[in-house]
């Protein structure tokens, strides 16, 4: 059964920083690519950035570029996003999400829960 | 940077047809996702690579490209296919992605 377990929520300070984890099980961690996915509420969903587990190559929206950092532990199948310089508009729920190939050539896509963050003095 | 224009809004009558374009400079290279996304949860996958659907998700979901618009049709749209829908590609570069605004769609 796939599965994607993200930390819980947090409240941060601004000028902090947020790391988030993301725990996979159910599908084979190393070839998959883990995307980082945010939405404020009532807002469009923002592309943050992704990483290739098995290579550990990142790419990042270039908005987010200065200050967010992809992470991944091939040896317990966690991902992490980290988060500089918090602001307030930095409030959201953030997701992370996994893109694999079946043995068919098919895509696979899925999501974690969400971890809200809340960024305020 | 890159964008993806959707309509904000699509609104059809049950088992209508439903459907929602996005455009963006790169579709005729680049494929184009969609996703659902039902108040309160996560994105759901309904379309990849413009016209496949992955497992699961009903027949009267279908997606197409021509030029520089994509396009998500639901054929026989249902009361639960109401939601947000958003289409998601890469730039011509193939290193950043990015979602469309995002396209509300009421069937009532």
């Known amino acids: 059964q796939m599965q994607l377990v993200q930390s819980g929520p947090e409240v941060k300070k601004p000028g902090t920083s947020v790391k988030v984890s993301c725990k996979a099980s159910g599908f084979t961690f190393t070839t998959s690519a883990i995307q980082w996915v945010r939405q404020a509420r009532g807002q469009r969903l923002e592309w943050m950035g992704w990483?290739?587990?098995?290579?550990?190559?990142?790419s990042y929206a270039q908005k987010f570029h200065e200050r967010v950092t992809i992470t991944r532990d091939m040896s317990t199948s966690t991902a992490y996003m980290e988060l500089n310089s918090l602001r307030s508009e930095d409030t959201a729920m953030y997701y992370c999400?996994?893109?694999?190939?079946?043995?068919?050539?098919?895509?696979?896509?899925?999501w974690g829960q969400g971890t809200l963050v809340t960024v305020s003095s | 940077s890159y964008d993806l224009t959707q309509p904000p809004s699509v609104s059809v009558s049950p088992g209508q047809t439903a459907r929602i374009t996005c455009s963006g400079d790169a579709l005729p290279k680049k494929y184009a996702y969609w996703y659902q996304q039902k108040s309160g949860q996560a994105p759901v996958l309904v379309i990849y690579?413009?016209?496949k659907r992955p497992s699961g998700i009903p027949e009267r979901f279908s997606g197409s490209s021509s030029g520089t618009m994509a396009t998500l049709t639901i054929s026989g749209a249902q009361v639960e296919d109401e939601a947000d829908y958003y289409c998601y590609s890469v730039d011509s570069s193939g290193n950043h992605w990015v979602f469309g605004g995002g396209t509300k769609l009421t069937v009532l």
């Open positions: 690579a413009d016209t």
């Open positions: 990483i290739l587990v098995g290579s550990g190559n990142t």
């Open positions: 999400a996994a893109r694999w190939e079946d043995s068919n050539g098919n895509d696979c896509d899925y």
